[in-house]
């Protein structure tokens, strides 16, 4: 038993989180297919001990597929999901090309699972920004309803791809030894810089990440009153996203009560304890697939409001491990393969 599954843009970062997670959790293959642009076709990959060599993607790559984690960029996902659908394989996607209409669910397991039962072939994967903020936020949310949030985000170079994490490592070696460094990839110098733009500008003054981050939080808490407004800055860490987030209840909520549900919340670490110098950090993160919380406190700009301090690891939760448990659940419920 077990799902045929594919991989589509197996030889990227997120392609191959998925083979490492697709063995950490030892889900239920019958087969393994791994899919990728010509240019990457006929490189290998270990899996399980075995290599496994890396076909070009075409439309006959999905007969016989249960299951495809797409993770090759928006392009390639608008060309090759509707095609594999329509041959009856479930596409979790997590490119953006599908997140925003209105009948592909956009799910973050701890959140809204029940939202890809009604799925037309597609599930859509939210960006990995997205993913930590409502997986610390929606258990508050539903015993105290979210009016406001203002979050800045400290995003990894990873979520440019590994190419981004080359450039940050180079750039290093270049301001350490006293020369001049040419911008690549990044508009700017990356290394020991910030830059606050992710993605394109649009002439609201807000990026694309920004904005991703306002409708993604709607449509995945089914919350589209909730008022948002983010700055979405990348920093020079390899792997983790952090966000700096305050937020707007209906009713005041003591940091106690809200420390007291997120310790239960599902997928969520609180490390808070500012004594021991205890909150969650990049390096740490990295790796892990918990959601970390710290830094819970009082907003003492609007009592009973909160401030927090969210961390996770931007590769795995953010992109790779969100869509394996997606198809997790989706398996338990009955609602895949069989
Ligand atoms: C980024 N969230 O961090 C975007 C895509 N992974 O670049």
Not at 221 to 239: D, E, F, G, K, N
Request: charge should be negative; proline fraction near 7%; hydrophobic fraction near 45%.
């Amino acid at each position: 038993n077990g799902l045929r599954v594919a991989i589509v843009g197996a030889t990227g970062m997120v392609g191959q989180e998925f083979v490492k997670i697709l063995t950490q959790r030892n889900f239920p293959l019958k087969s393994l297919t791994l899919l990728a642009s010509d240019r990457s076709a006929g490189k290998k990959v270990m899996f399980k001990g075995e290599e496994i060599e890396v076909k070009e993607t075409s439309p006959d790559s999905f007969n016989d597929i249960d299951l495809a984690l797409f993770s090759a960029g928006a392009d390639i996902s608008r060309h090759f999901s509707p095609i594999a659908a329509q041959k009856g394989v479930v596409v979790i996607d997590n490119s953006a090309a599908f997140r925003y209409e209105a009948d592909v669910p956009l799910v973050v397991p701890e959140v809204n699972i029940e939202d890809a039962k009604n799925h037309k072939g597609i599930i859509a994967n939210p960006n990995c920004s997205t993913i930590q903020m409502v997986t610390a936020l929606y258990p508050l949310h539903k015993v105290n309803p979210i009016k406001r949030i203002v979050v800045s985000t400290y995003q990894a170079v990873s979520g440019t791809g590994s190419a981004a994490m080359e450039v940050l490592t180079a750039q290093a070696k270049t301001v350490l030894a006293g020369e001049p460094v040419t911008p690549h990839i990044y508009p700017h110098q990356i290394a020991f810089n910030l830059i606050p733009e992710i993605d394109v500008f649009f002439d609201t003054g807000y990026t694309k990440e920004e904005w991703k981050m306002l409708v993604e939080t709607r449509k995945i808490m089914h919350a589209p009153a909730i008022a948002l407004s983010a700055t979405c800055v990348r920093v020079p860490v390899y792997i983790g996203h952090s966000e700096a987030v305050n937020v707007e209840f209906e009713r005041p909520f003591p940091p106690t009560e809200a420390r007291a549900i997120l310790v239960q919340a599902p997928g969520v670490r609180v490390l808070d304890d500012p004594t021991v110098n205890l909150y969650p950090h990049p390096w740490m993160a990295a790796g892990t697939d918990e959601t970390f919380v710290g830094r819970i406190r009082e907003d003492s700009s609007h009592p009973g409001g909160l401030v927090m301090w969210i961390v996770a690891d931007n590769v795995r939760k953010g992109a790779a491990l969100n869509a394996v448990q997606i198809a997790e659940e989706m398996l338990k419920r009955g609602w895949l393969g069989g």
